[in-house]
């Protein structure tokens, strides 16, 4: 398994059970060095792309998953 780090939207836990229901919760946590930060909204998406970007003054609240190799392929 591996270990991910859901945020932006994929922190609903209603969303997470549709897009990988064969991973656990395991809990919240924080990534330090990273930021949260928007994006792709010139690609013609409806609204900008969270996403994460390195930044050592920053953190970002997350939610952890044991991720089955069967749901990695499905985010």
Do not use: C, K
């Not at 939207?9 to 930060?37: C, I, K, V």
């Not at 994460?52 to 499905?74: G, I, R, W």
């Amino acid at each position: 398994m591996t270990l991910y780090a859901a945020y932006g939207s994929n922190m609903d836990p209603a969303q997470m059970l549709q897009r990988a229901p064969y991973s656990p919760h395991r809990g919240t946590g924080w990534l330090e060095g990273w930021r949260l930060t928007f994006g792709g909204e010139e690609i013609g998406w409806e609204g900008a792309l969270a996403t994460v970007v390195e930044d050592p003054h920053h953190h970002v609240f997350v939610s952890l998953y044991d991720l089955t190799a069967q749901d990695e392929e499905s985010l």
